[in-house]
């Protein structure tokens, strides 16, 4: 299936899922956090909603992205979601799920590398903002 044609809001789901492995595998094989109540606690810097939204705000200032890529993080930022959040805005969760769009798509495509270039800059970005 053509991931242009998936629900924007099943892309970031996906992508949820894809970049939390990316998160998860960088603390433990790189940072060399093994211990549980750690890697929860590293792992929310990565994770967050906001962190995830100011990064898509650097990323298109910075032209870390391309304008297909702005395109399908703008499809996920504006899908309607009837979920109520709790710990965020609903302007910080929609530009959130846009970058988890954006992940989820990239997933589909099987395009692993230009998952780990963005994983690479998010992960420069969060280091210098935390």
């Not at 603390?27 to 109540?37: A, C, F, Q, R």
């Not at 990323?59 to 709790?86: D, H, L, P």
């Not at 799920?97 to 954006?102: P, Q, R």
Request: hydrophobic share 40%.
């Amino acid at each position: 299936m053509r991931p242009e044609l998936i629900n924007p809001l099943a892309l970031a789901y996906l992508g949820d899922g894809v970049f939390e492995v990316y998160v998860r595998e960088y603390l433990i094989i790189e940072k060399n956090v093994t211990k549980p109540d750690l890697l929860q606690k590293e792992a929310i810097k990565f994770v967050s909603a906001k962190a995830q939204a100011q990064f898509m705000k650097e990323a298109i200032c910075q032209q870390w992205v391309s304008e297909e890529e702005i395109s399908i993080y703008k499809r996920g930022r504006n899908a309607k979601n009837t979920r109520t959040m709790k710990n965020t805005s609903v302007i910080i969760h929609n530009q959130s799920s846009g970058f988890e769009a954006l992940i989820g798509h990239l997933y589909l495509l099987h395009n692993d590398e230009r998952i780990s270039e963005i994983f690479e800059l998010y992960k420069e970005f969060v280091m210098r903002n935390s």
